[in-house]
């Protein structure tokens, strides 16, 4: 059955009917599920709002409360003039965590994608057994590397003592000093998923290339750095936005990790007070929903941002083969 | 084909008539009156167990044949994601009738959440003179009375009796009156108990502190106001004035506490650190269980989950008195709170008596392993203490009623989770900073504790 109106359009435009028909169920998802939360979680940055009585209009206090003080802080050097301190603290934090995981992260799975891209016996083998810690649920991860990281019973400390021979290995999780190296160590167990990404973006590199570079005499790592790595800058662009969002959104390994140990989520000495762990504690343990969302807010822009900033900055450094766009 | 399709059609609607209009007028006459649904949300605290999960479903079976009127339901949920789940369904307007059993931190952390029972007190002329008196005040505040009590968790000494006859020493006293029983004594007790790998005891030169296979003592199932509370502050658990405006975290009891416990983590050895309880907690058991500390300070919930099969004999003894000659042991109420968004609401306060009345209360604790709120029931419930563990000296359990403290190490401050994860931020010092000096650790937490006062006086 067909409507005359229908029949009576064109193909091109009868498909693009259809196509929006399709995406219709997504859309209206879209719409109440996201884009409806978003606008509400705006209004409640500007309210006082802690769930059993109605929002309460406070227009930019919210704002003020993180922002206030900062150049106090500043100009004294001391981190408590800050309107609300543990906001700092919790971007500290998070942006010393993103500094060392994401390079590291980016550049391990990078790294072992080239690996597995080798011609061995049994690569696939390899391939499995390299992704398998991926898929592994964070939750029973994290529990194993705490397990792991425990100074006294765990198997870490032992083997740098008396494997490496460093004297006083470090405390870990329950060290300040140390937490977030250690969970940055953690991080580096589930590259999996980037890693293969790497590995299809490698078996797409012609090899007439390759040919060619060797005909001109380049010898290995002249192949990678002049070939292998302009060719794999979109596929590392594409983890470095993914990765960038996902180590701002770190929570669940922290909650895990730290909810049930002295001084509770965060600790010890709030070396682990991750930003959504902030915002969490705002949201659910002070009922604080409206100082929770210009926190949410305030991450969304900071994420937009740094996005923002690394597709500018594609242009300098990302390859697209065909495409005549900046250097490349 | 389409004058068919019409005949089945007319029959079918007519059938549907016919049929509801019989269903219609058997209703009428059958059916009885809708029930009123009161649902009790478990998660908070205790109650989440497999055996107390089947123990909840008897007893809602028990409370709903014999009403007609009122369904009991149990929603058992996770604990850790009770906080959220409660949250989302405040906030859906679908609130549980009941929440509940959980204790004095939950009330207070969210004491703007529940119904005050006052009114509901008033109209029944509801007899509260059965219940001990804590069990009426630890959870009562001058604008919320949150519920009918409980149970009470009196808190003592657990001890491994087979740790204290390896070391040769006699076992603590069963007499609350003997003053010896002090916090010096138990220092001695407790670094005798201590164990490295090699057997040396902190008294012996060749001690290694990095070895440690058993420790003396151990109180690290709280926070940071519950390992305070025993020290004496004025204040004793709440670490503030009165009226709530001036914070006293660094009263000079509470720091002589302090470095007490910091001592006997870092310089005597004889409770375990950060990376102890660490390890402790990998080994899957309760640092108790895992017969790791050989004198463990908990309440009688410790019991429930704690006293199970263990492969060491083991006994009860009080809390030793501080460094004042004072004796001041924490203790624990539980009780089911209302939600003021709650619909049902006196269908709700049908179940709360229910669950609390003389001829329930006894098998309601068994459940969740309190000691029933009401001293009729004392008698009972010791019978079924002295049947599930009958190697405890009994008497050590309800004395400890006695020496309760007040104001409670968890009641209600100002932006008490604010308060709370402030103070354990100072408890992580404890147990990780060897090197840090306590009075300065004392006064900065004070401060913090200040602005967080402060702030909320501001806007309220």
Not at chain 1, 65 to 88: C, E, N
Not at chain 2, 223 to 234: E, I, K, N, S, V
């Amino acid at each position: 059955m067909t409507f005359p109106a229908f029949r009576k359009m064109s193909l091109a435009r009868r498909e693009a009917l259809a196509g929006y028909a399709f995406i219709v169920p997504w859309i209206i998802g879209f719409l109440i599920f996201t884009i409806g939360p978003m606008l509400a979680s705006l209004y409640f940055s500007f309210t006082k709002f802690n769930i059993i009585d109605p929002p309460q209009w406070i227009g930019l206090a919210n704002y003020e409360r993180v922002f206030s003080g900062i150049w106090d802080a500043i100009r004294t050097g001391d981190s408590r003039q800050f309107g609300d301190p543990l906001f700092w603290k919790s971007l500290q934090v998070t942006i010393y965590y993103a500094s060392i995981a994401l390079p590291l992260n980016l550049a391990f799975s990078f790294f072992l994608a080239v690996l597995l891209n080798q011609k061995v016996r049994a690569i696939n083998v390899w391939r499995t057994i390299y992704f398998l810690p991926s898929i592994i649920a964070g939750v029973a991860v994290t529990i194993l590397w705490v397990r792991i990281l425990n100074p006294r019973v765990g198997v870490l400390n032992p083997f740098l003592k008396d494997v490496l021979g460093i004297q006083n290995p470090p405390g870990w999780l329950s060290d300040p000093e140390w937490a977030v190296p250690a969970l940055v160590i953690m991080s580096l167990w589930s590259v999996g998923g980037s890693m293969i990404v790497y590995l299809a973006g490698l078996q797409g590199v012609p090899t007439d290339l390759y040919d060619a570079a060797k005909v001109d005499g380049a010898n290995a790592w002249q192949r990678f750095w002049n070939v292998t790595f302009p060719m794999m800058t979109p596929v590392i662009f594409y983890n470095l936005v993914l990765g960038m969002i996902s180590t701002f959104q770190y929570f669940t390994q922290v909650y895990v990790a730290t909810s049930n140990s002295i001084g509770g989520l965060g600790s010890p000495q709030h070396s682990t007070l991750f930003y959504n762990v902030y915002l969490y504690q705002n949201a659910f343990r002070y009922f604080d929903m409206g100082y929770a969302s210009t926190l949410a807010w305030i991450l969304f822009i900071i994420v937009l941002s740094l996005t923002a900033l690394i597709f500018r900055s594609s242009d300098t450094w990302v390859y697209y083969e065909g495409q005549l766009r900046g250097r490349g | 084909m389409k004058n068919k399709l019409f005949k089945i059609f007319a029959l079918f609607v007519l059938a549907s008539v016919i049929l509801s209009a019989c269903g219609g007028g058997i209703a009428a006459t059958q059916a009885p009156a809708e029930k009123q649904k009161v649902v009790i949300f478990v998660g908070f605290g205790t109650g989440t167990d497999p055996d107390q999960v089947t123990a909840q479903e008897a007893l809602a079976k028990k409370f709903n044949d014999s009403h007609e009127n009122i369904e009991m339901e149990f929603l058992i949920v996770p604990n850790e994601e009770a906080r959220e789940r409660f949250l989302a369904m405040v906030s859906g307007d679908n609130a549980p009738q009941l929440v509940g059993p959980h204790g004095t931190s939950t009330i207070a952390n969210f004491k703007e959440y529940w119904e005050d029972i006052t009114p509901y007190i008033q109209k029944d002329n509801y007899d509260m003179s059965d219940f001990y008196g804590p069990a009426t005040t630890i959870n009562k505040y001058p604008d919320l009375d949150a519920g009918l009590p409980l149970g009470l968790y009196p808190s003592f000494l657990f001890y491994n009796k087979d740790a204290f006859d390896a070391a040769g020493l006699d076992y603590p006293t069963h007499d609350y009156e003997d003053a010896s029983w002090n916090i010096n004594a138990l220092k001695d007790m407790a670094m005798q108990l201590t164990l490295d790998a090699n057997d040396n005891t902190p008294n012996d030169a060749d001690f290694d502190a990095t070895s440690i296979k058993q420790w003396g003592y151990g109180d690290t199932w709280t926070d940071m106001r519950g390992q305070l509370a025993m020290f004496g502050a004025p204040d004793q658990g709440r670490p503030t004035s009165d009226d709530y405006k001036t914070a006293t975290f660094n009263a000079p009891e509470r720091v002589f506490g302090f470095q007490w416990l910091h001592d006997g983590i870092w310089k005597d050895h004889f409770i375990p650190d950060a990376n102890g309880q660490a390890a402790i907690d990998a080994t899957g058991a309760d640092p108790f269980g895992s017969g790791q500390v050989a004198v463990w300070y908990s309440h009688t919930w410790f019991m429930s989950e704690g006293l199970n099969e263990l492969p060491f004999a083991y006994d009860l003894a009080p809390l030793f008195f501080n460094q004042d000659g004072e004796r001041i042991a924490r203790i624990h109420a539980d009780l089911f709170t209302m939600p003021k968004d709650a619909k049902n609401k006196d269908a709700a306060w049908e179940v709360m008596k229910w669950l609390v009345a003389p001829e329930q209360i006894v098998d309601v604790c068994k459940i969740y392993g309190c000691l029933p709120a009401r001293k009729s029931t004392e008698e009972a419930y010791l019978n079924y203490l002295k049947e599930r563990y009958p190697n405890i000296d009994h008497a050590v359990i309800f004395k400890a009623i006695d020496y309760l403290d007040s104001p409670h190490h968890e009641g209600w401050v100002p932006e008490w989770g604010k308060v709370n994860d402030s103070l354990n931020n100072v408890l992580s010092i404890l147990y990780g900073e060897p090197e840090a000096d306590v009075q300065a650790v004392m006064d900065q937490g004070n401060e913090d504790l200040q602005k967080i006062l402060d702030e909320y006086w501001a806007s309220h």
